[in-house]
């Protein structure tokens, strides 16, 4: 609760600092605030479960692990923030503010105990987004996708909302144990109908905010036209934050009615893994393969909630998340990097880049062999422990085409290694891209972050037990 | 803990080689190369004085280490030797520092990264030959896929992003079978409620049914028959051997494919014996097929270092027909052919590699009567060649008698139809020899050099090697021995 407070306080404050109009305070100011809110989450792990707000928030171990990933997310992602070029239109205080306030949302998101707040926290999250989507305001692209996101994303909002609607008439509550109870109940059997096309409208709702397929479309394009910053916490936090809340929701809320959305649950995993996988095959930005690539993402962290496994599932989604958020930035921040200095998204935009940018290339280097799953790194094992909870379920079939779309992401997660160590720099890339020192060190950090997670998974492997 | 030094030194002096540039790079990384040999025969030295004659598996215990690695998970950094994995540590241990020399002629760019990754894959190759836990074995074995695909990727010839990038796929997408097979034997492993693991016991102590062991028998097979290759999985083999950099079609076909021939003898056949005696016959016929066919390709072959990759591919097939065959002579034969093929290729690259730096091409058909001006290297070439073809006295003939004697033993009409391989290698590598050995002198050859002080030290070693090996092979069978009798205990349960 800590968290909470402390992020929509210090929130408020940090808008205060955009009077100062002095830009070199913003940045150190969010990242201590980011820092302090990282720790004061850390001190609720050792205590007792508390719930706030007549039970609708619990703050419990599973909520402060995977706040404690989205802060640290943000915390490492932040330093990339800045405009290599400043065009002086930038509100940094404002997005600083709203990423903070966003992170109220996703917090929320991970620690509710009754739908309203689900739906609260989403909302706050969004709303968040659909304006950072469109900061680069001279820019078609990030209007045309602030607009996509906004009209796409509310339409999702409404069809949550009817779903939650339909779930509370079939079981007279929006509080999670309850509504379990309610189900099981005998005397609402009749309404068991009203209950699974309420179901069904919320996970279309939670589906679309996570970017799994079939309601996966606006992904592509929206991550397209959002600055590359905040596509790097669509794709990471707001994908955290839409799993954990997920699978919260499938365990305490919905666990009895397991037999209906197995299958449900299923079909959307395997359409995601088959159109994140090829669909990223086929693109030539690099921005774009990243978009597809986290719909794949999507789908296997879907493994994991189809497994419902409980102890097992739960720590795979936590290693998985963690391994993907860390490996996420990384890209984004050396495909930052890069594109704002050479104009460019494309594949051919890295070429040579391990020349002219040893560090640059190696960082994004470890990042795309984590995505891929490729040992010695994080992702590795997040796929083990998530593949292996499902196996253990005895899902083998789900598994071997998992296993097959990983094979399909080695194609294009190799292609960047491919450009940048194995083909000569085009003539007009031969420059060194500038990084700060501080940027170096961070990339470092997330480099050195996900090879710590590949050799020694054991440290993080079994945090709920 | 010798185990977890020689696992761990090859790392750390890569990592030190970063602060080292060009020439004191490449003196640095032989260096540590050389230490890393120095411990593994110190390693052997001392398991040789604890062996009384007929001594047991047991005798190797004290290379075994074993700590938890993710603990929840029942999965323990567990590492240790007997003696098949002392053998190829030592091969591994023996050739990296010759691989590191032979390359002193080139000026790679970027020297310190070169030599870095050699390095690090050696920590792979190391790791892989001594891991006993399944997930760690293939932690290794794709640990060491890593390096080898930089090295090849970056320091190779003109084609090779498209070739590195096949074989990247492919045997990525073969490991991935295995570790398919394992995550379904890990779960199998919780027998009375003893919690799960993936220690080697563990999986050799499993009862499965026959057709369970059936398709784990073909999941597993796939990656290592990927990695020797086994026809027909070998199609990335010729492309990658001959765009490579030498250093790296030498780490390929010395050590690496040997990755393939030790894990059929330790995660294959022990684990899915009834898989084995089931679908055994179909991958004899496979290696057979193997055999003829990179013998037959080869013979038309014009480029050197296409040769010797077809010829690698003809003789790994009779290793694999060996291991196949489940008896102690082939067994020990694949052991012993392991290193003498290890050797022999090594060298036949690096003359290949000095014939193409001094005169400007491999092609055989623009090549002769370099004998003249280079006897020191027409003796050594000799020698090596002639080792390969497995004549008398040499290493060659030791592994393909005792290989052909198992093969024949296991089936006398696939025996017949294996020892052809003989004949064959004789008609393509002595037909290469006279043709670019012998002849009249062309306009590439005329003012050749003789070999240089650096390349012999790589050549001396190996030509003392394969005269050894083929002297006292008993020297080495011996190590291997209890090794293979408790593979074949396993098998024959």
């Known amino acids: 609760m800590t968290s909470i407070i402390l992020l929509s306080v210090l ?61 640290l997310t943000t915390l490492l992602l932040i330093p990339f923030s800045q405009k290599y070029v400043r065009d002086g239109e930038e509100n940094l205080a404002e997005y600083y503010s709203l990423l903070l306030f966003s992170l109220v949302g996703a917090i929320m998101m991970v620690s509710y105990d009754n739908l309203l707040m689900l739906f609260v926290g989403i909302e706050i999250l969004s709303v968040s987004m659909y304006v950072l989507a469109g900061s680069d305001k001279r820019n078609v692209r990030s209007n045309e996708a602030a607009l996509k996101y906004f009209l796409m994303g509310s339409f999702a909002t409404g069809i949550l909302l009817f779903g939650i609607a339909l779930v509370y008439g079939a079981t007279g509550t929006f509080q ?290 | 803990m010798l185990t977890v030094f020689l696992l761990l030194f090859p790392v750390a002096a890569a990592l030190l080689l970063h602060f080292a540039k060009g020439n004191a790079a490449r003196v640095l990384a032989l260096g540590a190369a050389l230490l890393e040999f120095a411990v593994a025969v110190f390693a052997a030295v001392s398991a040789s004085l604890n062996m009384a004659p007929g001594h047991s598996a047991a005798a190797y215990s004290v290379f075994s280490v074993n700590i938890p690695w993710i603990a929840s998970a029942g999965i323990n950094f567990h590492v240790g030797m007997d003696g098949l994995s002392l053998l190829m540590v030592l091969l591994t241990t023996f050739l990296v520092p010759l691989i590191i020399l032979a390359s002193f002629r080139h000026d790679y760019p970027n020297a310190s990264a070169f030599y870095a990754l050699i390095l690090f894959m050696q920590t792979g190759l190391i790791g892989v030959f001594v891991s006993l836990d399944a997930f760690l074995f293939y932690f290794f074995w794709e640990v060491a896929l890593i390096p080898i695909y930089f090295i090849a990727g970056v320091w190779g010839g003109e084609r090779r992003i498209q070739v590195t990038f096949k074989f990247f796929l492919y045997t990525i997408i073969g490991s991935l079978f295995m570790l398919a097979a394992f995550v379904y034997l890990y779960f199998q492993t919780d027998i009375n409620n003893a919690g799960l693991t993936s220690d080697i016991d563990a999986f050799y102590n499993l009862t499965l049914t026959a057709s369970q062991q059936a398709w784990v028998f073909w999941l597993i097979f796939i990656a290592f028959a990927v990695k020797m290759p086994i026809f027909p999985f ?131 058909s623009e090549l002769g009567g370099l004998t003249r001006n280079t006897p020191l290297l027409s003796v050594c070439f000799l020698v090596l060649l002639l080792g390969t073809v497995a004549l008398p006295l040499t290493n060659g003939f030791v592994g393909e008698f005792l290989l052909l004697a198992g093969v024949y033993q296991y089936n006398m009409w696939l025996g017949a139809v294996a020892g052809i391989t003989i004949i064959l290698a004789a008609v393509y590598l002595l037909r290469m020899f006279q043709r670019v050995m012998l002849g009249p002198e062309t306009s590439f050859t005329a003012s050749i050099q003789d070999l240089t002080g650096s390349e012999l030290a790589v050549l001396v070693p190996l030509i003392v090697l394969v005269f050894w090996i083929g002297l006292f092979p008993n020297m080495f069978l011996r190590i291997s021995e209890p090794a293979v009798l408790q593979i074949l205990t396993l098998v024959n349960r």
């Open chain 1, 176 to 465: 999670l144990t309850q509504i379990n109870a309610g189900i099981v109940n005998p005397a609402n059997a009749s309404l068991q109908p009203m209950l699974y096309i309420g179901m069904l409208l919320m996970f279309i709702g939670i589906s679309f905010k996570v970017s799994a397929a079939p309601f996966h479309y606006w992904t592509p394009d929206v991550y397209e036209g959002t600055p590359t910053f905040f596509t790097a916490f669509m794709s990471t936090v707001v994908k955290t934050a839409g799993f954990a809340a997920f699978f919260k929701l499938l365990m305490a809320a919905f666990f009895a009615a397991k037999g209906f959305w197995i299958p449900t649950i299923m079909a959307i995993t395997v359409l995601t893994l088959l159109i994140g996988n090829v669909g990223a095959v086929a693109q030539t930005s690099i921005k774009r393969m990243l978009a597809y690539s986290s719909i794949s993402h999507a789908g296997y962290l879907f493994i994991g909630l189809v497994a419902v496994n409980g102890k097992l599932s739960a720590n795979g989604l936590f290693f998985y998340s963690l391994a993907y958020s860390v490996a996420t930035i990384a890209a984004f921040a050396v495909l930052k990097l890069v594109s704002d200095q050479r104009q460019r998204e494309d594949y051919a935009g890295f070429n040579g880049l391990a020349k002219t940018n040893p560090l640059l290339a190696f960082v994004m280097t470890v990042a795309m062999l984590s995505l891929a799953g490729i040992p010695l790194t994080g992702g590795f094992f997040g796929k083990f422990f998530i593949f292996g909870a499902a196996i253990d379920r005895g899902y083998i079939g789900l598994i071997v085409f998992a296993v097959v779309m990983s094979m399909v992401s080695i194609y294009y997660y190799l292609r960047p290694v491919i450009a940048m160590y194995m083909r000569p720099a085009e003539d007009d890339s031969t420059t060194p891209i500038v990084v700060g020192g501080f940027q170096s060190a961070v990339l470092v950090l997330l480099a050195l972050l996900t090879v710590v997670l590949g050799l020694l998974p054991g440290l993080l492997s079994d945090v709920f037990q």
């Open chain 2, 234 to 364: 070998h199609t990335w083999q010729p492309d990658t051997y001959t765009e490579s950099p030498v250093p790296a079609t030498m780490l390929l076909s010395g050590i690496m494919l040997k990755m393939g021939i030790y894990g059929t003898l330790r995660w294959l056949l022990p684990i899915v014996p009834l898989g084995t005696s089931q679908w055994g016959k179909v991958v004899m016929i496979l290696a057979v097929i193997g055999i003829i066919y990179g013998a037959i390709i080869a013979i038309r072959q014009r480029d050197m270092k296409r040769l010797i990759a077809y010829s690698s591919l003809s003789h790994v097939g009779l290793m694999a027909a060996g291991v196949f065959s489940l008896t102690f002579i082939g067994l020990q034969g694949a052991v012993i052919q392991m290193l003498a093929h290890g050797v022999n290729v090594v060298g036949m690259f690096f003359i290949a590699d000095i014939i193409q730096r001094r005169t400007g091409t491999r092609d055989i």
């Open chain 1, 11 to 71: 929130g408020i404050i940090n808008l205060f600092f955009g009077f100062l109009r002095s830009n070199k305070i913003l940045l150190p100011a969010a990242m201590v605030i980011l820092a302090l809110v990282f720790g004061a989450n850390l001190l609720d792990w050792n205590a007792a479960s508390q719930s706030y707000f007549s039970d609708m928030l619990t703050i419990d171990r599973y909520s402060v692990a995977f706040t404690a990933i989205m802060v």
